[in-house]
């Protein structure tokens, strides 16, 4: 693609204008958007806002004269909307990998009968940690089970008692069909779990169309409520009388402030609420969320596959050396590309020197996230041509790239 092609996609993208509600730093390439999502300009004075106005002034007056209280609802209801779920099906709260406990658990509850709980082999780890720690809950009662991705249908049997996937996959950013995994599931009489972490905010996601059971994803990656942000856990409407939480914490019972000797579940997707509400969080996240309403979902995801697809084609143009490792047909992609070299590590250390910030995953994948609402089809081109440059000059082999940080 020509650099006047290149500058005429950014002319015509009708996403162009929200790279200016985010804070970028001056000469850097942002393909890291998956794992941290850029700062939105409104969040500072958000936060700002709710530490002197709200806490430092109206003090704890303020959960209800600012509606504290509400939020995990009230910022579920938004996420609902961006992952096709409906007002009250989704609460805003705790981390992911806690909210993926609370949907095991449930599920669990749900079918009682039935001991297995059922993954893929190479899911993020926290997924299946997280079922680890529930067979050992239940001294081994509850059994983990880790498939191929492609033999999962095989294994669809009467003794699973819920089936956990992630939508997009965090290393190669392979697409699961939702649909036909969740109605394969349900014929098997099998509730799913859909980590959503690297889709919300980056593709349509329609649970409810899919009949999906439960979901859990992150708050800090394409949703841009900073880091360590609340996550959210969807339940179907038709789950939540039936579930009785396993992190019975008090603000998920039905009268918290009743102070009772006894848990009674609260109402609705409240249950799935635990203890206090980190409202600091929940503050930033609510002006990444309030941005990302305001943007046209199919028009993200046209773009992200439109991003992803130049620089696939320029990586093989210009750097032969790379091996592509996610799905060439954006359709079966999510918002990334993945690249493999045995040397992965030192050219990330490299690409970041050089400006271009990507991440690195054990053992020698290069991973690029293009995040629609602030990555330009130039950034995209600019990011291979650095790319190109590293590799041509040989300057990953420099020993500082080697040095490994604690975060990759
Ligand atoms: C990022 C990610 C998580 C993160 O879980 P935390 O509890 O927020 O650390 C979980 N699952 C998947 C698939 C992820 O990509």
């Known amino acids: 693609m020509t650099p006047d092609q290149i500058a005429e996609l950014d002319r015509a993208d009708p996403l162009a204008s929200f790279r200016d509600r985010f804070d970028l730093p001056d000469g850097v390439i942002y393909l890291d958007g998956n794992s941290l999502g850029a700062l939105p300009k409104a969040t500072a004075a958000r936060v700002q806002s709710v530490v002197r106005e709200q ?47 609370k949907a095991l658990s449930a599920c669990l509850q749900l079918a009682p009968e039935r001991s297995t709980i059922l993954s893929e082999t190479g899911n993020f780890p926290t997924d299946a940690y997280m079922m680890e720690g529930l067979s050992k809950l ?22 699973v008692a819920a089936l956990l996937l992630t939508h997009t996959h965090y290393k190669t950013g392979r697409l699961h069909d939702m649909s036909a995994l969740t109605a394969a599931a349900h014929e098997a009489g099998i509730p799913v779990i859909w980590d959503l972490s690297h889709s919300a905010g980056a593709m349509p996601v329609d649970l409810n169309a899919c009949g999906a059971d439960f979901a859990v994803g992150c708050g800090y990656k394409y949703l841009n409520g900073g880091p360590g942000a609340p996550a959210f856990l969807f339940a179907a409407k038709r789950h939540h009388d039936k579930v009785f939480p396993a992190l019975s914490g008090w603000l998920g019972h039905k009268a918290p402030f009743a102070f009772s000797d006894h848990y009674e579940a609260g109402h609705g997707i409240d249950r799935f609420q635990c203890g206090t509400p ?19 979902m199919q028009a993200i995801r046209s773009k992200s596959q439109a991003l992803g697809d130049l620089f696939i084609e320029r990586v093989e143009a210009r750097c032969p050396q790379f091996e592509l490792v996610s799905p060439r047909d954006c359709t079966g992609r999510g918002s990334q590309v993945s690249i493999a070299h045995k040397e992965g590590y030192a050219i990330m250390q490299a690409l970041i020197d050089r400006g271009v910030i990507g991440d690195f995953r054990a053992p020698d994948i290069l991973r690029f996230g293009f995040t629609p609402l602030y990555t330009r089809f130039r950034d995209a081109a600019d990011a291979v041509d650095i790319l190109a440059d590293i590799m041509a000059q040989d300057s990953w082999t420099a020993p500082q790239y080697a040095v490994r940080g604690a975060v990759t």
Request: glycine share 12%; hydrophobic share 45%; proline share 1%.
């Open 55 to 101: 806490w430092g002034t109206d003090l704890i007056r303020s959960w209800n004269s600012h509606d504290w209280i509400g939020a995990p609802r009230r910022l579920g209801d938004k996420i609902a909307r961006l992952i096709g779920a409906g007002a009250g099906e989704v609460i805003c709260a705790d981390s992911t990998s806690i909210n993926v406990f």
């Open 138 to 159: 239940t001294d081994g009662h509850v059994q983990q089970k880790l498939v191929a991705s492609d033999a999962i249908a095989d294994h669809l049997d009467d003794n």
């Open 278 to 296: 980190g409202i600091l969080g929940m503050a930033a996240l609510e002006v990444g969320l309030d941005l990302m309403l305001h943007a046209d």
